[in-house]
């Protein structure tokens, strides 16, 4: 790898030379054998990391564009949008402009959001999904996520849609054993990626929650999670070449577990040298 400025921003973080020679490969058809296999071998890895059972799937938006479609597809009366700075500010401004009926819980730069809000906010009726940032990036904020599932198992008609993109694959979150609905991340930060896609994974209550929306709206029929479970085949092109970066990426991941992984970015942030 050539010689250059290393990163050391919330992300788009430094990427390692092995990461980087994926690029390198030949492109392989995202209708042929070759990705159904590349997919396929990737897909329990991401479980893995995912906690869950479910399906993961890879989009070619940033966390975004997953942000929008869960929005459109899950919420109905209500959402209650968890505010304490600058990314989960932006939740209740993409609600609104969804069109759907949004409501902050707003707590000062700096602080976390206190579960005992969340249950007196959700007592009200109002709503049925919650927004939450796991670890607010524009803070350094990390919200007490076992406490406030605990507190949404209270309410199992309430969806959970957790923005994971600077906590995922850095430390453990169990997706399926907290009641996780919808769990996305993106590729730039502690999965060491370069960006330009994002992963996610939906729980049942949440594929069942779309059946029963009247109007099913996603950011683009890419985005429709229900028509995209992976199972090897394609209708759209896939990021065929950010696949073999992922496969390389959640190997190192799953072999060295998330506490050796989060010590090798630590490592990475003491070697501050250029080069």
Not at 36 to 45: C, E, Q, T
Not at 99 to 123: C, F, M, S
Request: proline share 4%; charged share 25%; with cysteine.
């Amino acid at each position: 790898m050539q010689s250059h400025d290393k990163l050391f921003i919330p992300g788009p973080v430094e990427v390692s030379a092995k990461t980087m020679a994926a690029f390198s490969r030949p492109m392989i058809g995202h209708r042929g054998e070759d990705f159904k296999n590349l997919y396929r071998d990737i897909h329990p890895k991401l479980q893995t990391l995912f906690g869950t059972k479910q399906p993961v799937f890879l989009s070619t938006s940033s966390a975004w564009g997953v942000m929008e479609a869960s929005i459109r597809n899950l919420v109905g009366r209500g959402v209650l949008c968890c505010m304490c700075g600058a990314f989960s500010d932006k939740w209740f401004d993409v609600a609104r402009r969804c069109g759907k009926n949004a409501e902050p819980l707003q707590v000062d730069w700096g602080k976390h959001i206190d579960h005992k809000d969340v249950d007196r906010a959700l007592a009200s009726g109002k709503f049925d999904t919650v927004t939450l940032i796991h670890n607010e990036t524009s803070t350094g904020v990390m919200n007490p996520l076992p406490e406030i599932c605990c507190t949404l198992a209270k309410y199992p008609d309430v969806a959970l849609i957790l923005d994971t993109v600077s906590s995922f694959s850095a430390m453990t979150i169990e997706m399926d054993s907290l009641g996780i609905d919808v769990m996305l991340t993106g590729a730039q930060k502690a999965l060491a990626l370069p960006p330009g896609f994002s992963l996610f994974s939906v729980s049942e209550k949440a594929f069942a929650r779309t059946e029963k929306q009247k109007i099913v709206v996603t950011t683009s029929t890419f985005l429709n999670s229900k028509n995209n479970k992976p199972n090897g085949r394609h209708r759209a092109h896939r990021a065929s070449g950010t696949s073999s970066r992922c496969n390389r990426s959640s190997k190192k991941f799953s072999r060295k577990g998330c506490k050796r992984a989060l010590i090798d970015i630590q490592k990475l942030v003491r070697s501050s040298t250029i080069g």
